[in-house]
């Protein structure tokens, strides 16, 4: 069975701090997106990466790809109220044309 | 900005009835997708389609479940006999170039249809 796992599951903290998720799996992936979402509305894609030990930067977040390609990293320095909202990962295997999804991380930011 | 667009928004029907949710992909995507989320829970994946035909389906899209694409731009999930287990949120996605391996792209999703069953 092919499982991503995402921690936390919950994560409330102040505006202004730093913060980590991850998600990690057995499985080796070909690549791994990280998706938002907001309340009522659909996941919006932040990020692919697909290489092992990638890291990408998309302003105050920071994305990391595991070396053996089976987890990933989701820093955000100085978290905003903007940040709010549910985080996803999904990982692609050569073998499926679906996406393995985790269960999401939510994240609340408190001003 | 092209989206991907989504009818109803939300629609309540009994159990056992049937159900047509409605998505109109983004117009040059090759690849549609049907994925569910019941509240507060993860992303299920339902079923993928490309080139006219399902090329791969989850163990929740059983024999309640069909996907039609009958004019070229809609891309219709039906369930026939809906359950109250059915009641979620549906999104439907489209790509262009598939979810499998390196080819990865991004998948566009809709604003979900609800899905309530009583």
């Known amino acids: 069975t092919q499982l991503l796992e995402q921690s936390p599951q919950f994560l409330s903290i102040q505006e202004g701090e730093n913060l980590t998720v991850y998600c990690n799996s057995s499985?080796?992936?070909?690549?791994l997106q990280w998706y938002r979402q907001e309340p009522g509305e659909g996941p919006v894609l932040l990020v692919t990466?697909?290489?092992g030990g990638e890291v990408k930067k998309l302003k105050r977040l920071t994305f990391q790809f595991g070396d053996a390609r089976k987890d990933s990293s989701l820093h955000i320095t100085a978290a905003q109220t903007g940040d709010t909202g549910l985080y996803l990962c999904?990982?692609?295997?050569?073998?499926?044309?679906?996406?393995?999804w985790g269960a999401g991380t939510k994240l609340i930011i408190k001003p | 900005e092209p989206e991907v667009t989504q009818t109803p928004s939300h629609q309540v029907t009994q159990m056992g009835q049937e159900v047509i949710l409605r998505c109109v992909p983004i117009?040059?995507?090759?690849?549609f997708y049907w994925y569910r989320q019941i509240l507060g829970q993860k992303v299920e994946f339902l079923v993928s389609?490309?080139?006219?035909?399902?090329?791969?389906k989850s163990e929740i899209f059983d024999d309640q479940f069909s996907v039609e694409r009958p004019d070229g731009s809609n891309f219709t999930l039906k369930i026939r006999s809906t359950k109250l287990e059915d009641s979620a949120m549906y999104f439907c996605a489209s790509s262009v170039t598939g979810t499998a391996g390196l080819r990865t792209g991004e998948l566009f999703f809709g604003e979900g249809s609800r899905l309530t069953v009583l």
């Open positions: 389609f490309y080139n006219n035909e399902i090329s791969e």
């Open positions: 999904a990982g692609a295997l050569d073998s499926n044309y679906q996406l393995i």
């Open positions: 499985s080796v992936f070909s690549s």
């Open positions: 117009s040059n995507h090759l690849y």
């Open positions: 990466v697909v290489t």
